[in-house]
């Protein structure tokens, strides 16, 4: 039975291999569409839940001051809970040290160094590739390593007892590697290679009014979430309340309701990656719409192939006609047929699925080239995916199967025999499917250029002050006091036209807020703030409106401020220059509106702080350098950073490429989208050739009688391309409203946008209609050139 499915399938394949060829690659290439994209939603929704207690794990941030929700939180509510909390079972603060340099015989090699509390591999359980997984970091010269930085490092990851001398609190301190991890088949929000006890790093206060620790709690269960709210609701009222605010005058419910006033920010470990954007995120999260969008884009494209396989399945159908008139008539029961028909599907199926292997290598190698990264990493390359895909394509193969099936057996015997049985229903369903196919990838293709359109609008946006030629060292705190004198020899560089020191910077994610008011406002408002010296405005290329710049003074001037069009506006200032607006803060200048963070953002409003404290240094870099000339300058600052600093790594970075950045997700997306949208063309235009040729070929006759009569060949292309114009016509009438309605929800999350133009849907459905014609008119142009004699000579 099974060697007979067999004989069936190669007979129909190699009667019209070119049709048979397109259906099941067509299938194939949309299987593997699809599931690249749900393979990398499922990876976003990975993101910490392989650990043991993801669950029961917790992590808590603040807002206070007006200053904006933290990922960070104080460093004593740990303490603090672990003595008075009923329901927290272990706990670990997390800090983040940055980007060092291990170095050993020359040797060089950067990293990220943690630190943690014991208890950290106890609520995220790693894989461990040797050592004792419960006392990993059971004293204080203990160090844990991943296996990449082993393996770089070491060259093999069996190194427990090794050495490592690590640059910690200004000196180098000397650690034993007691354990192991392996991160790399882990999904995780958690960055670093390198871990030690986070000791070094505690200030030892007993403040709730600090925030430089990420606080992770593991719960007895999971159902103590309602009492952990209790016990840090309890915290607010009788600990911080109670020692800050009581003497405000204020009951806690009216404090409670200020804008300034404290509030915990308790997030589920498994959402940090999708759903928390808060200021000082260890790393950039996902965007959950966006993962949601892909993966939807990736099931249009199945149903777009869907359609195809279906389409062309039916429109061969009359090929079968005799064949399951002739079992009918001899007594197999519709339920037998519907078997066979599955049967014979099932076999398609197992090639389809090769295909699809073979496609899907090929859609991965497209997504990194087109992203410039991997959306999916190398986890996914194993038998387990393949295993998936298989299964994947067997399930999609029984789906795609079920309507030709019902619809073969359904037709009675007599209409088979003549070759007459749902002709016409047949073609308004066939005619359905194309629609939609073409709707779906016109809609992709408007979305598409949408994207671009936005994308190349923020490119040309301006920001306020000039991003090109800034260069930025973040890391100058470790200089000491030896940083004035390495800003001095790198200003007199000839490649320098300025420089200037700040404590953050526009495009840094720890700007923090205050609160300001002026004598004549009830109450106060949370403004972003900017400590920056003398030199700010003019190596940052900001224009300054009204008043005065700031003076040179060698311990800065807490009395003084510059504030930006946006302040002065939300601080309603007519006259800005000489106003308090808080603490005897004087306004001495306004300048020009610029903007701080990334362009979904709109203009915040900022005061400028005058102080001089060496945190980051910014250098102006004269003209448009060649990239020879930027190379051999970046290699002097390193050579000078070396001569003040050789234990620490100098961490740099152009502004502009920062704000390239804050664009990062949405190019890539984009040119996901993009791919994606050409996946779709092309398989409703294999689609559409494949039925083209197919419906040619059934009315070749009809062709050659025309072309006997009279009939120019521009009149008979002209006839059978208006068939299938009109139906992408309609494919248009239901795209547009879909592509608008999606666009400007995914538009409405940007502060500046373009505006929503007809040419945008008129361009997108002319791509998708000239397409369409070109495929299917080159088809038409062949059918109307063949000599009609081959056609007719028999009859």
Not at 278 to 303: C, D, H, T
Not at 315 to 330: F, M, Q, T, V
Not at 433 to 444: D, G, K, P, R, W
Request: glycine letters at 8%; charged letters at 20%; hydrophobic letters at 45%.
């Amino acid at each position: 039975m099974i060697l007979n499915q067999f004989k069936l399938v190669f007979r129909r394949f190699f009667r019209s291999p070119l049709i048979s060829a397109i259906n099941l690659c067509g299938l194939a290439l949309g299987i593997a569409s699809a599931y690249l994209g749900l393979s990398y939603a499922w990876q976003e929704f990975s993101y910490d839940k392989s650990f043991k207690d993801a669950g029961k794990i917790y992590r808590v941030g603040v807002d206070f001051m007006n200053m904006g929700g933290f990922a960070v939180g104080p460093e004593y509510l740990p303490e603090y809970l672990d003595l008075h909390s009923n329901v927290v079972e272990s706990f670990s603060r997390v800090s983040v040290r940055g980007k060092i340099e291990l170095q050993d015989d020359g040797r060089k090699l950067e990293t990220i160094l943690v630190g943690c509390d014991s208890a950290f591999f106890s609520l995220f359980d790693f894989p461990v590739v040797q050592g004792e997984s419960n006392a990993l970091m059971a004293l204080p010269d203990r160090a844990v390593i991943s296996r990449d930085l082993a393996l770089k490092w070491f060259g093999e990851d069996h190194v427990v007892g090794r050495e490592l001398e690590i640059p910690v609190a200004g000196e180098l301190r000397q650690y034993f590697i007691s354990g192991v991890i392996d991160k790399s088949s882990t999904y995780t929000h958690l960055i670093g290679d390198l871990f030690i006890p986070v000791k070094p790093f505690l200030a030892g206060e007993a403040s709730w009014y600090s925030a430089g620790f990420y606080t992770y709690f593991k719960l007895d269960r999971k159902e103590d979430y309602p009492v952990f709210l209790g016990e840090l609701e309890s915290i607010r009222r009788n600990e911080i309340f109670d020692k800050y605010a009581k003497g405000s005058g204020l009951t806690y419910d009216e404090w409670i309701k200020k804008s300034d006033a404290y509030r915990f920010i308790i997030t589920p470990v498994t959402d940090i990656h999708l759903k928390s954007s808060l200021n000082f995120e260890m790393a950039p999260g996902g965007n959950l719409q966006k993962v949601k969008g892909l993966a939807l884009i990736g099931l249009l494209i199945l149903l777009v192939a869907i359609a195809n396989y279906i389409n062309l399945t039916t429109a061969r159908s009359y090929i079968r006609n005799r064949e399951i008139g002739i079992k009918k008539s001899l007594g197999v029961h519709r339920s037998q047929l519907v078997k066979q028909f599955i049967g014979e599907s099932m076999i398609e199926s197992a090639f389809v699925a090769i295909l699809a292997i073979v496609f899907l290598n090929a859609l991965l190698k497209l997504f990194s080239y087109w992203t410039g990264s991997a959306l999916l990493l190398d986890n996914y390359l194993g038998a387990q995916y393949y295993l998936g895909c298989v299964a994947f394509t067997v399930l999609i193969g029984l789906f795609a199967s079920a309507y030709p099936s019902i619809y073969l057996s359904a037709i009675p015997p007599q209409g088979l025999l003549k070759n007459t049985g749902s002709i016409a229903k047949g073609f308004r369903f066939r005619s359905a499917l194309v629609v939609i196919q073409f709707a779906i990838t016109t809609a992709l293709l408007c979305g598409s250029m949408v994207i671009f359109s936005q994308l190349k609008f923020l490119n040309q946006k301006d920001l306020g002050f000039n991003k090109d030629g800034l260069l930025v060292f973040e890391n100058l705190s470790s200089l000491g006091n030896s940083a004035e004198t390495f800003r001095k020899e790198l200003a007199a560089n000839p490649m320098v036209s300025s420089s200037s020191f700040a404590q953050s910077l526009p495009g840094s994610t720890n700007l923090y807020q205050s609160s300001f008011m002026t004598p004549e406002m009830e109450y106060s408002i949370p403004l972003r703030v900017l400590p920056v010296d003398e030199n700010f405005l003019r190596t940052m290329g900001i224009r300054l409106l009204e008043g005065e710049d700031f003076i040179r003074k060698e311990y800065g001037d807490s009395t003084v401020a510059i504030i930006n069009e946006s302040a002065k506006a939300a601080l309603g200032l007519g006259n800005a220059i000489g106003a308090d607006i808080s603490n005897n803060i004087r306004v001495i200048g306004v300048v020009s509106d610029f903007h701080i963070e990334s362009l979904k953002s709109g203009i915040q409003p900022v005061v400028l702080k005058y102080d001089p404290r060496a945190n980051i240094l910014v250098l102006r870099l004269k003209g448009k350098s060649d990239s020879q000339s930027r190379a051999n300058f970046l290699k002097e600052v390193n050579e000078l950073w070396n001569k003040f600093n050789p234990e620490f790594a100098v961490q740099y970075a152009f502004i502009d490429e920062t704000f390239a950045g804050f664009a990062e997700q949405e190019e890539i997306m984009s040119k996901g989208i993009l791919s994606l949208t050409l996946m779709a063309l092309l398989i409703a235009c294999l689609g559409l050739f494949g039925l083209t040729t197919f419906s040619l070929k059934r009315r070749e006759k009809e062709i050659s009688i025309r072309k006997v009569l009279g009939s120019s060949v521009g009149g008979i292309v002209s006839l059978f391309t208006r068939e299938f114009v009109v139906l992408i016509f309609f494919s248009f009438l239901l795209a547009i409203p879909v592509a608008y309605y999606f666009s400007s929800q995914w538009l409405g999350d940007f502060a500046y946008r373009i505006e929503l133009t007809w040419w945008i849907f008129g361009l997108g459905s002319l791509v998708a209609m000239m397409v369409a014609i070109l495929t299917v008119g080159l088809q038409c142009l062949k059918a109307a050139l063949q000599n009609p004699v081959k056609s007719i000579r028999n009859e």
